[in-house]
């Protein structure tokens, strides 16, 4: 027997569109919602050209942060005594990278609460324009300083992107393929660091000392100006419309997100139910409890068993995909391939790009096949084996410092066996732990799935900005060697934690998958 509290749903009171005020998103005709089979029906769940159009609009944001944390690798061996009148000391370096993630750090909790309050495509406009705003200041830079306060405006939209682009995707991507829609922008992610490093290679090799870096940087507003017109056309989710008060809406796009047909109908009447209860739950809760919507929201999280584990886990898998090491190789492999001998460093750092790209390829075939756990279980391991091969090579080549390195000509073995087992520890990392956090909204309820997502993104950006500003004085310090000792033993703790608190979510909706966490860690 049905209770009021679904009413909206079962009498379709609220349902109803208003036509006034409604533009219907990216519209496509019968044929281009989703794919077909044999009897012309189309397929429940599947991927159709709506998802397609709506993930690659969204996956911009993956490739402007994928862009401007790569290009910084090769600005940093460019830009020479362009800025303040004097080459960048090791200081310099790290200040100018270690910035954006700060400010990263910043925007991600604050993101999620604009996200909640105005929704979620609010917040990419405005991550698109600090992006431009971000590129032009680099771009016309003439100092350390106003370089740092460039990469500070990047960093606060690389925070508000990399929390909200996830979860705008998950949020409307069909269940059964949900891993492979948020894959595709970490596959954005590395592309913008492929381009960023064949960008930084020709002008780096090609171009104007003087004026090369400046487009490196400067190249990062071009897609952001893009998405701001594909945003006039992009949806906002179905749960976020229904929080609002907008179930009409929501159904329309759940509709086109899940393709048409009977199972396909059935499929939104549950979705849309589901979201509909929980939003009624989250509402009952707050008239119970009297407290102030952000007040309530953090007491929810911090005090909820079911969402303190998913905060746990959220917080353990981004803080890993950095305490790893990954990131010192996208800010700094150029500058690691010239302390190894390389001629081109740009060159040979985009083998590290490249190498990326191809596995996160490989990830997003395989993500929900094998599994988040599973994938995370079998890719580790390798990225610890990598890592320990990488600093048995730094051994052998006895590098004391990389300040002390002029660049000069190394016996050739042991560079190409690092090279290498940097291939093997990014390729791990692709088909992992490059991806498996991001999917990170999976594991909270509706009512804190911003905030959650929130703080989890801004575990990843303090763990980076750990990373950024303390890599190049660990290789002083400890010596190349330790240093990636040192992250091996960090990717062996985390394996450890993976097996012991992360439950499988392959498959499930949104609802099911939060549903894990209610009576334990939910590990089978």
């Not at 910084?72 to 460019?78: D, E, G, K, N, P």
């Not at 007491?299 to 905060?311: D, I, M, Q, S, Y």
């Not at 088909?431 to 911003?450: A, C, D, I, K, Y």
């Not at 990717?491 to 949104?510: D, K, N, R």
Request: proline residues 4%.
């Amino acid at each position: 027997m049905s209770s009021q509290a679904e009413a909206p749903l079962l009498s379709r009171q609220d349902d109803v569109i208003d036509d006034d005020n409604f533009e219907t998103p990216l519209e496509l005709d019968d044929d281009g919602d989703a794919p077909t089979s044999d009897n012309g029906k189309k397929q429940a769940g599947g991927l159709g050209w709506f998802v397609w159009l709506l993930t690659l609009s969204a996956g911009i944001s993956g490739l402007l942060f994928g862009y401007d944390t790569g290009v910084i690798s090769a600005t940093l061996v460019s830009i020479g005594s362009s800025l303040s009148s004097r080459e960048l000391t090791s200081l310099d370096k790290s200040i100018i990278t270690s910035s954006t993630s700060l400010l990263a750090l910043i925007a991600s909790p604050l993101s999620s609460i604009l996200a909640d309050r105005l929704g979620r495509k609010p917040v990419i406009l405005v991550a698109d324009v600090l992006f431009i705003f971000g590129a032009l200041i680099q771009a016309l830079s003439i100092s350390v300083p106003q370089m740092v306060l460039g990469r500070s405006v990047v960093g606060l939209a690389i925070g508000a992107a990399s929390f909200v682009t996830p979860l705008y995707l998950a949020e409307l991507a069909p269940a059964a393929r949900r891993g492979m829609v948020v894959t595709m922008n970490v596959l954005s992610i590395t592309l913008g660091q492929v381009v960023a490093y064949v960008i930084g290679w020709i002008l780096a090799e090609h171009g104007s000392q003087a004026t090369g870096w400046r487009l490196m940087v400067g190249l990062g507003a071009v897609p952001a100006l893009l998405q701001c017109l594909l945003l006039f056309f992009m949806p906002e989710t179905p749960r976020w419309l229904v929080k609002a008060k907008r179930s009409g809406r929501a159904r329309v796009i759940i509709q086109k997100t899940s393709g048409s047909g009977r199972a396909a109908a059935q499929m939104v009447d549950m979705i849309l139910r589901d979201i509909e209860i929980e939003v009624r739950e989250e509402d009952g809760a707050s008239l119970r409890s009297g407290d102030g919507k952000i007040r309530r929201t953090w007491g929810e999280l911090l005090f909820v068993p079911k969402n303190r584990r998913a905060l746990t886990i959220a917080c353990l898998l981004q803080g890993l995909q950095q305490l790893c090491g990954f990131n010192s190789l996208m800010y700094f492999s150029a500058t690691i391939f010239l302390m190894l001998g390389f001629t081109v460093p740009t060159l040979t750092s985009l083998t590290v790009a490249a190498t990326n790209f191809v596995f996160t390829v490989a990830a997003l075939l395989l993500i929900d096949r094998i599994g988040r756990r599973r994938i995370l279980l079998y890719s580790i391991p390798f990225m610890a084996l990598g890592l320990l091969a990488t600093a048995l090579g730094f051994n052998a080549l006895d590098v004391p410092s990389v300040i002390a390195r002029d660049g000069g000509s190394l016996a050739r073995a042991a560079p190409v066996f690092i090279l290498i087992n940097i291939m093997v520890y990014v390729a791990a990392y692709a088909l992992g732990l490059g991806n498996v956090p991001w999917m990170q909204s999976e594991l909270f309820p509706l009512n804190v799935r911003s905030l959650g997502s929130g703080l989890a993104t801004a575990t990843n950006w303090g763990a980076n900005f750990v990373i950024g500003l303390t890599f190049l004085p660990l290789m002083d310090a400890l010596t190349p060697s330790w240093t990636f000792v040192l992250y091996s033993i960090v990717c062996v703790a985390g394996w450890i934690a993976v097996w012991c608190i992360y439950p499988e979510t392959v498959g499930l909706s949104l609802e099911e998958a939060t549903g894990l966490l209610e009576h334990g860690w939910g590990v089978r």
